[in-house]
């Protein structure tokens, strides 16, 4: 059946993380070209890269809400936007979720930004290109980016924008600076491949 | 014994474990977000409603975390399935983000350009 069919899409995808209640969801419902999908991820589901049998031998019920949007792009791209679950507890699904991406949005909330801090500590560890996006609710902004970098011990490279997650200009403006981000950094690996020993 | 189950009821758990064998890993290994589309409806009559649903679903491309949420299966077990689908030259899966950097690159560059327009 339908040998002229096109080929399936290429699929790429960001992770939104950060605390609870931070407004990650939000931010994937604000750009996502369809209602976000929620599904039940069990532990033993995802935990490729992971030793599952030390976590939980033989129990699949501690299950997190996994939700996610789509962007598809006319050129045979298809992006999904991943929102983590916020508590630690739920931190086993962020190897899954970061194997691959293209990048992460860590959203904050100046209010309680240490929230934001296992989220950082996590994509810094693996090498995943994020990018810190303060969510300003109401238009409020208690502190300024610089402020806000200096409290989250980023590098002085990794973006740090304002934004608001109802917002779908902001939350694009801040997927764009993450995918510039993960290209920059793409390309300087190439470059450290070609000019490294061999 | 005929399961005591009514035949409208939507693909359940307890079922698809039945299915993967207790299963819960895919050979395929395949990512979340991994497309899947159908390439001929080749199920042999009397096939599993799981494996019906997912062929069927699979005739416009859907990735492996929507087939989980939209058909209520367990994401292990979508890809278990999917896996064996796959094997059987039934579904196809598409590309992911590429480990190869200069084609890293090309896919990110062509994404860049796609959010800017957006």
């Keep these: ?198 | 014994m005929i399961p005591e189950q009514p035949p409208e009821s939507r693909p359940g758990l307890t079922r698809p474990y039945v299915l993967t064998g207790g299963r819960t890993r895919s050979a395929a290994d395949l990512p979340l977000e991994a497309i899947v589309v159908t390439e001929r409806d080749s199920l042999a009559i009397g096939a599993a409603p799981e494996l019906r649903a997912i062929v069927e679903l699979c005739a416009a491309p859907h990735s492996i975390v929507e087939i989980a949420a939209i058909l209520e299966m367990h994401l292990g077990v979508v890809r278990v399935l999917v896996g064996d689908l796959t094997g059987d030259g039934i579904l196809s899966v598409g590309a992911t983000a590429s480990t190869v950097l200069d084609e890293r690159i090309r896919v990110l560059e062509r994404l860049l350009e796609g959010v800017r327009g957006l």
């Design chain 1, 1 to 198: 059946m339908a040998s002229d069919r096109a080929p399936a899409p290429i699929a790429l995808k960001v992770v939104v993380a950060g605390g609870f209640g931070v407004g990650k969801t939000t931010t994937v419902g604000s750009i996502s070209e369809i209602e976000p999908l929620t599904t039940d991820a069990a532990m033993t589901d995802v935990g490729v890269g992971v030793d599952v049998a030390t976590l939980t031998p033989d129990k699949v019920d501690t299950t997190a809400a996994l939700d996610f949007g789509r962007i598809t792009f006319p050129d045979g791209i298809v992006l999904y936007l991943f929102g983590t679950p916020g508590q630690e507890r739920f931190a086993f699904m962020w190897d899954e979720l970061a194997r691959g991406a293209v990048g992460a949005i860590v959203v904050a909330d100046t209010r309680r930004l240490a929230d934001s801090f296992p989220a950082i500590d996590f994509f810094e560890d693996l090498g995943v290109p994020f990018v810190v996006a303060v969510n300003c609710f109401d238009g409020r902004v208690l502190h300024d980016t610089a402020d806000v970098r200096e409290a989250v011990a980023v590098d002085p490279d990794v973006p740090v924008e304002l934004f608001d997650a109802r917002d779908r200009a902001t939350v694009k403006h801040v997927l764009a600076i993450l995918v510039e981000r993960s290209l920059g950094l793409a390309r300087a690996d190439l470059v450290a491949a070609a000019s490294g020993p061999t």
